[in-house]
């Protein structure tokens, strides 16, 4: 694929976004330990802390054994997680391949993108692992999902494209319309079609099984939509930026339900057991919306520290979101019950606004996939 000069603009938006490097993730460890006993309540958050330190988890999964899974992107390794906390982990055969995102697919295995490996693994439940390398390098295979044909499609932020990969490694990529828009969560709706964000494009896509792109832009070219999954209404998607998480529909109509507290954290999202979204925000909370845009937030302990960073459902349909600078893995009591959280009702933002935000002079960093920065540093689009 031939290569789109890089602008100034993209340049200056990337430095402003991605202000911390890898080298200061690796220099943080954190330990954590379960934080709940007796009668579970909504919102109640159990902490499991993994086996290896400086593990840095990021995508997380059900898994088809009851357990959940998770990608250790700092020591190169898949975890697998009971409900009651036991850790099992296996290597990965390719060296510092930083694994990111995860999916149960087909074959009742595991499936996950190997970022800095340009490769797509995948994990039995049993442990046995197969990778498949994709046609080239500086890919770095970021989100991935199961479409509606069982084909693999994950995310591409190094060649801006989106790749589609059987269950036999046959690989096929389709380059996304907006230059150096690095596509970056990935999901499957409904209808089988497939939604992306665009983090520095400001914009949600979609792709259809024949590999056709339809972009929709946000408004505003900061939204830094990250995380992104199918749920009522249609695909919901954490957009940063905007201090939101957002729904928009099969034609495109977007709506906005801001979140309390205005730190730019939001980051990932998934679908609930209860039908509600879930989503994490870095500065140390985990969010409930609903269709109505009913917003709930939970508290995890010290979790400003911590980074609660990708989240799903899990086998005990409980929500399970990964922490990124503790090791550890946390649980969410999801079930309907006696809800004590604090509520708020924010009215939906048809669209949003274009003026950019002005960024708070507190603001922390939104850490981004681990790895990343690194390819974006050699590409000349960051400076250290």
Do not use: C
């Amino acid at each position: 694929m031939p290569h789109t000069p890089h602008t100034p603009l993209i340049r200056r938006r990337l430095r402003r976004l991605l202000t911390a490097s890898l080298g200061a993730l690796l220099a943080f460890a954190a330990a954590t330990a379960p934080a709940h006993a007796g009668t579970a309540q909504v919102g109640d958050v159990t902490e499991f802390p993994l086996t290896t330190p400086d593990s840095f988890p990021a995508g997380i999964t059900a898994g088809p054994d009851r357990a959940v899974w998770v990608a250790e992107s700092g020591v190169n390794r898949i975890a697998r997680v009971t409900h009651g906390g036991a850790v099992t982990e296996y290597p990965l055969p390719t060296p510092d391949s930083f694994p990111q995102g995860i999916t149960q697919g087909p074959g009742r295995a595991l499936w996950f993108t190997e970022g800095l490996g340009d490769r797509i693994g995948r994990i039995t439940a049993k442990g046995r692992i197969t990778e498949f390398a994709l046609p080239g390098r500086d890919r770095f295979p970021t989100g991935i999902t199961v479409g509606g044909d069982r084909a693999l499609w994950f995310t591409e932020p190094g060649t801006n494209s989106i790749g589609r990969m059987t269950a036999d490694g046959k690989v096929t990529e389709y380059p996304v319309p907006t230059p150096d828009s690095v596509p970056y969560y990935i999901t499957t709706a409904a209808d089988g079609s497939l939604w992306f964000t665009e983090l520095f494009a400001g914009k949600i896509a979609r792709i259809s099984l024949a590999g056709r792109i339809t972009e929709y832009p946000l408004g505003n070219d900061s939204s830094y939509p990250a995380g992104i999954a199918a749920g009522p209404g249609g695909v919901w998607f954490a957009a940063s930026g905007l201090n939101a998480v957002g729904r928009i529909t099969s034609r495109g109509d977007v709506k906005l339900f801001p979140v309390p507290v205005p730190d730019f954290q939001v980051y990932d999202i998934t679908r609930g057991p209860d039908g509600h979204m879930w989503y994490t925000e870095q500065a140390g909370r985990i969010g409930r919306v609903s269709r109505n845009g009913a917003i709930t937030e939970y508290t995890v302990p010290g979790g400003a520290d911590k980074v609660p960073f990708n989240i799903a459902t899990g086998p005990d349909r409980n929500i399970w979101f990964s922490e990124l600078l503790a090791s550890s893995v946390g649980r969410v009591q999801a079930h309907p019950g006696r809800d004590s959280g604090p509520t708020t009702l924010p009215a939906p933002v048809p669209q949003p606004a274009p003026a950019k935000h002005a960024a708070p002079t507190a603001r922390r960093t939104l850490h981004l996939a681990p790895g990343l920065h690194r390819l974006l540093r050699t590409k000349g689009l960051v400076r250290r």
